[in-house]
Every structure is written in C-alpha cells, then in structure tokens.
C-alpha cells in the first residue's frame, strides 16, 4: 500500500536539522524506540519495545539507506525498512522516500511517500485502519517535534493519503557525488518511517 | 437484523481474542476436540438448559458459548461458519432472543434457557414450513436461518417482504436457497396466524 | 402422478432428510467425535517469497500440552519428493520446504492436546528468512526476471503435460493454443472490431462449512474422515505420498456443508495424513475462516480480446489472450486455462479464431477449481465483446447473438460439434422472461432502466470414470455405492431417482452410502457438472444389472422366458404369474435380509486436442449451454444497480428433479450476483487483506432480485441417463456479463473490470461526460 503526506514543522530547517542530530528528541519522538543503532553509513538497527493491553511486544528493525540527496532547495533520503514482530506473526517491508525543504516563515516541510507491504497478521488489517493509524501518528509526531522546537503550534494539514508527496520529493535531484552525511536528514527519514512502524505494531493488539 | 450482541457482564469482549475458541476441561467431552486445555484461565461450572434439558457444564473464563454447547452439551446444529458473528450459522436462542454464540462467553449464559433448532418440533410451523417449501439444499446455515425466522415470528407475527429481510440479512446461505427461505417464512406466518 | 413415480425421473420429490437438514441434525466431519487425539495448528509464513533459512520450535515445543512440531525439512526427511502433491502439477508440499511462496503459507505444525494450545504455540514458533524477489502480479510473473518456482513439476496424473518436466526460468506453467482459421488476418481485413481488456478478480467460495480433516493409523493402514469433493483423488494422492498400496488407505466423507471447489484435490488431507502417519497417532485438522480464504482461490483472470464482423454483421474473428492467475501452486490451473481458454470465443459460429490462454504462478494463495472451473471469466470477456459489437453495428444485442449461436451439430470453433446445447431455447427462454421485447420505462432522473443478456457454453470434465455397485435388500430396499459425494447439489436424492425409476420402487428406500474408499468404488471427482451424466450413467446400468437379474429369477420361479417378465412397482409379472421382491428375494437365498449385488461403470472418452490448434473432433463428453436476462435499475447518482429482474436458463437435458435443478441454477445466479457487483479478494503485494468475513461480502438475502427466474430448458442428450446432464456450473456462467450489459444499456457506459462496484459505475459516468 502507498502512503504519502507532508507536514510542517514551525520551526526553520537548520532547528530541525539539528534536532535531527540529537537522539535523545528523537527517542522521544517515535513512540517506543528503545534501540537504534547505526551499523555503518548506510545500515541502522533498532528496536521497537511496546505495551499495549498489557501485551508487550518487541519488534527489531533494519534500515537501509539507498541513496542520498543534499541539496540547498531540499534534501531526501530513500531507505528500505525492514521489521518483523515475531510474536505477532507480522512482517513489515516498506520503500520509503522522505524529503525536507525549507518553508516561508521560519518553518519546514517533511514530506514522505512509501510502499508498504505488511505482511501475517498485521497486514490482515486492511488499508483503512493502516491509514488512518498513520495520519494519527503523524500528528503526534509533528506535535512532538514542534514541542521538541520550543514552537507548540498545531501542523499544517497534511496532503491527501495516496496524493503524491511535496513537490520536493518529485523535484529533488539525484544524489550528488560524495556528499556530506546528512545526520540530520538521515535521522529524519527514520523517525518518519519508525513512527509509522510502531503505529502499525501498536494497533496489533 | 443483525443478532443481538453477547450480553454485557465482567469480561469485556476486547479481552479475548474471537477468532481463537478457547474450550477446556470437560469431563466427559462428547467430541473431544478441543479439551483440556493445558494452559487456560479459571474455571466454573455453569447451568445451560438446552432444548428443556438442564446441564452442568464445566469452563473456562474464556471458553465461547459455542464451543460449550457443541462439545459439552453435543448440539450439532450449532455450527462456526466464520468466528466473527457475521454468518449466523451458530445461532441460538436464549430466552427467546437471536444470539451469535461463536461471540457470546459461556459464563455469561448461566441460568440461561437455550432453544437451538433440534430442539423445535417437526410440527413447529417454522421447521415445518421450511421442509415444505424445501428451504435447504446442503442444510448447513439453515438451523440459524430456522431460529432467525422464529424470533422474528414471535416478535412481528405477520411479517412483510421486507420485514423477512430486515430480519435474515444477518445470515448467509452460500447455497443461494434466500427465494426458498423467504417463502417459508410467509407460509410460516400465514400457519401460524391464518388472515 | 402416483407418490411412488413422483420419486422417479421427473419428479420433484423432497431432497434426501429435508427435515434433519433444517434442524440440524444431518452430522457433518466437524462433528464427529474423534477421540484422544492431536489438534493440530499450523504457523504461516509472513514473507512472500523467501529462502526458509531456520525455523526456530523449541519455545512453542516447551509449552505446556504440546506434543510436538513438524517442519516441512521434517517431513522432506521422511518423505523426499513425495511431499509435493498437486492434480496437475507435483509442486505443492504440505508443509513449506526450503522456501515460501506466498504470505500465509504453512511452514510448520503443531500438534497439542487441544486446539487452543495449538494455536497458541504456532505464535511461538519464528522463522528466519531470506528474501526473494516477490511476484505480486500477472504483470511481475509475466515480465521474466523472478521466478516462483525454479522448474516445472507436472505431476504424473495427466501425461499430456510430460513435455513439461525440468523446464526453467519461466512462471508460465501452462500454455493452451487454438488457432481456427486466421484469426489475425480476418481481424485486420474485418469492418468492425470491437477491442477489450477484461478483468475478474479472484473470489472465494466460502462454503459455510469450514474444512476438517481427522487422520489416523489402524493395522497400519491410514483412515481418515474429510471434507473432500475428491474422495477417489484424495486417496491416489495419500498412498502415493506414503507409498502405501491403496488397499492400506480409506478415505471416508459425510456430507459437506457446500463447497463450490473450495474441498478438492489437496487441502488439509496430505498434511493430516504426514502427520497422523510420521506421528502414528490421531490428527485433528480443521481451519478457521481466515485460514480457510488460504486453501484455495477462484483465478482472477485478465483477458486482452477482440471480435470482428464483416461488412454483413457477420462474426468473422475472435482473438483471446488470456492469462490465469494461479498463485504460488498451480492445482487445477493448468486443466482450467486449457478448459476455458478453448471457449473464449464464445458458443458462436465463427470461422476464424485465435486464443493464447497462459496459466502463470504468483506469490499469492493458489488458485484451483470454483464452480464454473474458469469459464465464467472469460464469459465475462466474451459476452461484454459481443454485446459491444451489437451496439457498434446497431443491432439487436438479443438478436445479433441469436443469428449466430451455435444451432446442433454445429462445430464450435475448437472443432467439436454441438449436441444436446440449446443455446437459442435458452437464450429465448431468459429474453421472453425479462420482457426483451416489451417497451421499457428507462427511468428519468437519476434512476435509469437497461436490460441485458448473455449466453454462456462450458464444457463436462472429460475423460472420466465412474462406477456403481447396487446392493438389493430382501425386504425391496436398496444401498446404491458410490463416490459422490453430496454436497448439497442433492446427489444422494437424484441418484436413487435414477436407481429407482430402473427398478420400478420407491426412491426413497434407496440408501445412497457416503463415499468411504474401503466400501465405495472410484469415481473421477465429484465436480465440474459431471455426476448427473457420468455417475448417474453407471447407476442407471447398476440398476438394469438388478433388474435383468430380477427378472432372471423371476422367470427362472415362472418357469417363463426372461422376455415375457415385467418388472412393476408391485413385483414382477408375466401373465398371471406374480410375485413380490421380497418373496422372489427370501425364495432365492432362503433367509431374509438377504442382498443380491451389481456393479456397472460409465467412463466417458475423448480425443486429446492437437498441441498445435488446441482443435479436436471430441473434447468433451457433452456440453453446458446457459443463459442469463437482466433488468435492472441504475442510480446514477450513487452508482448502486438494482436488480429488478434476473432469469436463468440452463439446457439440463432431462431434468431429474426439476426442483434440485431450479435451486441449482437460481443458486448459480445468486453466487454469480456476488461476482458481479461485490465479491473479490484484495490483495496487496501479497497480503490478502479481506480474509473474514467482517470484511468479504457476500450475497445475503438483501442482494436478491425483486424477481428471479430460474429456467430449465430440455434438450435430451443422447447418452446422458434419460437424457440427463449436469446444471452446478451453468447458471453462473453469464451472470456477470448480463448484469453489465443491462448497465450498458441503462447508462452508456462499458465496465470491463469486475466487480460492478458503485464507485466503478459513477466513476465510469463522471469519464463518460
């Protein structure tokens, strides 16, 4: 399944990128990141903890970076996710792009667009709930990280789930050759992704 | 009409997992096939009267009305069809009111009064009526349509077209016998309180 | 008409235990007591396509109830390739052996002390994997760059398709061929071609029944008690994956709660039987529903075709590519695509016609037989071309089929001749029934009327073999062995018509034993329409076996020729010489309840169609001819069709029942509702995600027609018993593509994907402005 959206965050992009680089917001920001580990330049860990109804569940996760683009009109990462909750018999896959711009007024754009394949008895749930799930995340996410900007203003409304992402991720060239590691888009594109995983597992039960 | 939900009582329905029938225990299982549960919550006993005859049924705080009726008690017609209260084919009555057992907690039913479709006479004009009008063709789903049609009799004697349908959509009959069935139950009616 | 002949042929006597039936008391395999026994639970695989790299059992083996665990390398161990079973194609193992192929796969199973346990230690059970790329789709298999299977395996059950075995880097597993004339050139030298690319999603049966299967060893034998269509199959293929004679294994059935395809060929039986046997104790297996949606599917098929007149009106070329989608195993999918694609042109007189038919692997549940064995989608492709062709030409969409359906004796464009396949009767009987040619309020507003029809033509499964054996009790009673199995079709009640109707007695103290391999003899499978014809052949000659040898002893008593005995309802007679059965019978063996025993078999022949043309001058036994009328209401606001009218008309030949024959086609219709405007599994990137009931429709009794009409039209076969053939599959062949014809001509609009869905329709409208 595809989902996609954007929100704003009202702080500048430079502030969020250094949040970006600051794993302790972050933690706080993805519901039940316990773990995250970075293996290499291009390979994360991590693990998703979680206590829902009284069930407790762990979900260990990778990610792949597949290719970086840093530039100054905007930055985007593509990253393939792989998690899987054993107790729940659910395996997740999911192709992710996400890309940051600078935006008017001090603040900025996270736009993400991925692929979901859910799979076992997580992905019997269907679209809709994933969907719906995801938007709620969203915002939670959006609130937290405005919160973490010291900025506690309510995010712009996202753009239609399955409407392709902002016109940075579709605008946004190819990596350019040797870039800088991008910490801080690097990490973004994981608490995008992580937030939705965790989404997902949580409405397991 | 959809069947009435499981009563409301201490075990609140997000505890259980519906889709995983969960029996222990019984002493004298007459199917045996899925008892003694190893691993299961407290037990108690309960009182069923089933089609007039009382029984003492042993289960767990988990254990589906169901379940205890097909293995502890031994009423076939009784049938899972899908385990989400969205087929009817385990359709009981209890007191007279629809109830999807494959959802209903057994604990809830003590003291109950049960009525399942071996337990209407062959004179009943409901049993009767769908026999005439050859309202079955594998059988499986029509003891819930049989008891659906029943409850429906007893609350709206003279049912319209329509009121059949309110009150049946609830149930599936994968054999497509509905022309059938919804003949039966206007000859029903018509025995039952001649215009 | 005396009682004891409304029980023969032609009467529509009440269906065999009508009344244990509607209370509940006929006893299906789930309720059959079982004893000590292992239940088993099985855990599935949660990747698409992947490398089984470990299976990790000792937490769930830990728990407390649990007796153990069996992996497919457990059973591989055993078993070797014999664990891979399939009717066409050996490529199926009962447990998942070095790879997955499609979410929800078994990959291990548990066996408890009960169900519950069972289930709850499967969680336990992890698995690691390797990933492979996955093959989502018809457009992902046919693209040739990831593969499901790495060779073909056909099975040894069909030896047509030997050329097959070892062939690699393809997830085409079959492939039919009919080439009629030149197709193309016809096409490209037409006046008008109407072009299409068609769509039916894959369906589920849903029989309210869930599937069990209980398995157990005695004397060393392996017996089980199944939810089967296939008891004959099931048993060749149990001895064959444990290498036992068949004399050492018995399949036994009771009656199913509907089926519709979905308990055939390979479902819970070969796994039962690997565990009950490498365990040596009792297995219980059964499914839930959302397991049960996994077993088997109906194929979604797509289907790129076109159809050409000539300047005249004349049908001059048909061209059909047609591709099956048959999941990670193939079942049946091979026999379905070549079945079905040799009608994709449709029961029409066509001089040219071209059809590639493909059956293609997917990571996806398989997809096997579902009543109509694959023809109802490309009726759907056909049926829509030509009704589109009409409205091109301005014709009649009622008439211009009419002038060129395939009249007896006819040759059907795959070169087999029409018999007993009165498409013209059937396709008159639905138009006069929905008022074709009466004027028709279309509606103003948003409501808008439109009418529409379709014909359809499928062909009996052919070759196949029954056999019968009929036991005469003294007191004039009788048990009728057989092998098919009743599953609501109402078998065990028209079989002891035809039985009876031979011998003169009252059906209804005929028996007819439920299929149990050690007491029944082998019959093909009780599927695809062929039990009326081919078992009802063979019990037909079972039952002039008895008669003639009544009439043996009767003469023999007399002191008369054979010729000048009768057998009547009251005994036989010849002159003033009478006796009764049961005096004849007591007088022969001196002792009462005594049996006298016959046997007979039916086996139907064919002439295997050419490689080349997919022509023959015999494919089938005999053919299916149907037809469906719809008058319906569109919303054009909401999209929502309402049906106001629907009639069904099948050409049974001699109708043994004719009320079994009514519930059969409006029974079809209604199950052909479902596929028309609801019904479809949704899959995404292999996940089925409308696997319960909660989330799959079905046709409830609000989805009924203001008015339905079931038809049966009579045109004797030849052969068939008292020129009888099936009706399970002929009512639902053309539902679909009237439905959406009769939108057609209410709206304006041409849907070519399936189901019919409100938003479908609206969105075709809003396009259409």
């Not at chain 1, 990596?175 to 973004?188: E, G």
């Not at chain 3, 490529?91 to 346990?117: F, I, M, S």
């Not at chain 3, 029942?657 to 479809?680: C, K, R, W, Y």
Request: proline share 6%; glycine share 8%; charged share 20%.
């Amino acid at each position: 399944m595809k989902l996609a959206s954007e929100f704003s965050v009202p702080a500048p992009a430079e502030k969020v990128f250094s949040l970006f680089f600051d794993p302790d917001t972050m933690r706080g920001c993805i519901p039940g990141c316990e773990e995250l580990v970075r293996e290499d330049e291009k390979n994360y860990r991590g693990r998703l903890v979680n206590e829902i109804a009284h069930v407790r569940f762990s979900a260990g996760f990778s990610a792949a970076i597949q290719s970086i683009s840093d530039e100054e009109s905007g930055k985007e990462v593509t990253a393939l996710l792989k998690g899987e909750d054993r107790r729940l018999g659910s395996s997740i896959k999911i192709d992710a792009r996400l890309a940051v711009r600078p935006d008017a007024d001090e603040s900025s754009v996270i736009a993400y667009e991925m692929d979901m394949a859910l799979w076992g008895k997580l992905g019997r749930l269907g679209e809709p709930i994933i969907r719906r799930r995801s938007r709620e995340v969203e915002l939670e996410f959006a609130k937290s990280l405005a919160a973490a900007c010291g900025v506690p203003v309510e995010p712009a409304q996202p753009a239609r789930a399955g409407a392709p992402a902002g016109p940075a991720a579709s605008a946004a060239a190819p990596a350019a050759a040797s870039p800088p590691v991008p910490k801080a888009v690097v990490a973004a594109a994981l608490v995008a992704v992580l937030a939705l995983l965790a989404a997902v597992l949580r409405r397991g039960r | 009409m959809r069947r009435h939900p499981p009563t409301s009582g201490t075990v609140t329905s997000g505890e259980r997992d519906a889709t995983q029938p969960q029996v222990r225990d019984q002493a004298e299982p007459s199917l045996s096939n899925a008892t003694n549960r190893v691993d299961s919550g407290e037990a108690g006993q309960i009182t069923l009267t089933v089609n007039g005859v009382t029984h003492h049924v042993d289960v767990a705080d988990d254990t589906l009305l169901l379940d205890a009726l097909r293995e502890a008690v031994g009423v076939t017609s009784v049938r899972e069809g899908c385990g989400v209260g969205a087929c009817g084919a385990c359709t009981v009555l209890t007191g007279g009111t629809s109830v999807s057992s494959c959802l209903a907690l057994a604990l809830r039913y003590d003291g109950a009064e049960i009525t399942t479709a071996e337990g209407l006479d062959e004179n009943d004009d409901v049993v009767s009526s769908f026999v005439e009008c050859g309202a079955a063709q594998c059988g499986y789903c029509i003891p819930g349509f049989v008891l659906m049609s029943a409850e429906l009799l007893a609350e709206n004697p003279r049912p319209s077209e329509q009121d059949i349908t309110d009150h049946l959509e609830g149930n599936i009959c994968r054999c497509g016998t509905y022309p059938e069935i919804r003949r039966a139950v206007a000859v029903a009616a018509e025995r039952r309180s001649p215009k | 008409m005396r009682e004891i002949e409304q029980s023969w042929v032609g009467g529509s006597r009440p269906r065999f235990d009508t009344a244990g039936r509607v209370r509940g008391m006929i006893a299906h395999v789930g309720d059959q007591a079982v004893g000590a026994a292992a239940h088993v639970a099985v855990h599935r695989a949660t990747q698409p396509h992947a490398r089984i790299e470990a299976v990790h059992v000792d937490e769930a083996l830990a728990m407390p109830g649990v007796y153990g665990v069996v992996t497919g390398a457990d059973l591989y161990k055993q078993l070797g390739d014999r664990l891979l079973t399939g009717p066409a194609f050996a490529d199926q193992p009962a447990l998942a052996h070095e790879k997955v192929r499609y979410v929800g796969e078994p990959v291990a199973a548990v066996l408890a002390a009960d169900l519950a346990t069972a289930r709850a230690a499967t969680d336990a059970i992890w698995v690691d994997y390797e990933d492979l790329p996955p093959v989502y789709d018809l457009a992902d298999a046919l693209a040739g760059t990831a593969y499901v299977h790495d060779e073909l395996r056909p099975s040894s059950v069909f030896g047509d398709l030997k050329h097959l075995r070892g062939v690699r880097d393809t997830n085409v597993n079959y492939t039919y061929n009919l080439r009629t004339g030149d197709a193309e050139a016809a096409r490209d030298a037409g006046a008008h071609t109407v072009t299409g690319e068609f769509w039916a999603p894959p369906t589920h049966h849903v029989p309210i029944e869930l599937p069990c299967t209980i398995a157990w060893v005695d004397s060393g034998r392996l017996e089980m008690l199944t939810t089967t269509q296939t008891p004959s199959y099931v048993r060749q293929t149990i001895a064959d994956l444990l290498d036992l004679p068949l004399s050492r294994v018995r399949v036994t059935t009771r009656p199913l709660g509907g089926s519709f395809g979905a308990k055939m060929y390979d479902r819970l039986e070969p796994l039962a039987a690997a565990l009950a046997w490498t365990a040596g104790r009792r297995v219980r297996v059964t499914a839930t529903r959302e397991e049960a949606f996994l077993l088997t599917t109906r194929h979604g098929a797509a289907v790129s075709s076109s159809l050409t007149a000539d300047a005249e009106g004349n049908l001059v070329s048909s061209v059909a590519d047609v591709r099956y989608d048959t999941g990670a195993y193939a079942d049946v999918g091979p026999r379905i695509t070549a079945k079905s694609g040799m009608v994709a042109p449709g029961p029409y007189r066509i001089a040219n016609a071209r059809v590639l038919s493909r059956c293609v692997y997917t990571n996806k549940p398989s997809a096997g037989p579902f009543r109509g064995f694959g023809v109802p989608q490309v009726t759907w492709s056909h049926e829509s071309l030509i009704d589109e062709l009409a409205h091109e030409l301005g014709e009649d969409p009622y008439a211009f089929r009419r002038r060129h359906l395939l009249r007896e004796g006819d040759e059907a464009p795959m070169g087999t001749r029409m018999h007993s396949a009165d498409f013209v009767g059937c396709l008159d009987a639905v138009a006069n029934a929905i008022g074709w040619f009466d004027p028709l309020d279309r509606g103003t507003g948003r409501i808008r009327r439109g009418r529409g029809v379709a014909v359809g033509v499928k062909a009996v499964l052919t070759p196949t073999i029954a056999n019968a054996v009929l036991q005469l009790n003294q007191d004039n009673s009788a048990t009728l062995l057989i092998s098919t199995v009743d599953m609501g079709q109402g078998s065990d009640t028209i079989m002891a018509q035809i039985a009876a109707d031979v011998l003169r007695m009252d059906s209804r103290r005929i028996h007819v034993v439920r299929a149990d391999t050690d007491a029944t003899p082998y019959d093909t499978i009780t599927a695809g329409s062929r039990s009326t014809y081919h078992t009802g052949n063979a019990v037909r000659r079972v039952a002039e076996a008895m008669r003639d040898k009544l009439i043996g002893l009767a003469a023999e008593r007399f002191g008369v020729p054979a010729e000048e005995v009768s057998l009547t309802p009251d005994g036989p007679r010849a002159g003033s010489h009478e006796v009764t059965v049961a005096e004849l019978v007591h007088g022969h063996f001196g002792a009462r309840g005594a049996t006298l025993t016959t046997e007979a078999n039916y086996t139907s022949s064919w002439t295997p169609y050419d490689k080349e043309t997919g022509r023959s001058d015999k494919v089938t036994e005999h053919w299916f001819a149907g037809a469906v009328g719809a008058r319906i209401a569109v919303d054009t606001a909401t999209g929502r069709v309402r049906i106001e009218h629907l009639a069904v008309a099948g050409d049974v030949g001699r109708a043994i029942n004719p009320t079994l024959v009514e519930q059969q086609l409006s029974g079809a219709a209604i199950m052909g509702i479902g596929h028309a405007l609801f019904d479809q599994l949704v899959l995404d990137q292999g996940q089925l995600i409308n696997g319960t009931l909660l989330d799959y429709q079905l046709p409830s009794i609000r989805d009924l027609p203001d008015q339905l009409t079931p038809i049966v039209v009579e045109s004797p076969h030849d052969d068939g018993p008292f020129g009888a053939k099936g009706v399970g599959e002929t009512g639902i062949l053309g539902v679909a593509p009237a439905i959406a014809n009769a939108v057609r001509d209410a709206v304006g609009v041409r849907l070519t994907r399936l189901p019919l869905t409100p938003e479908s329709i609206t969105m075709a409208l809003e396009e259409n402005q």
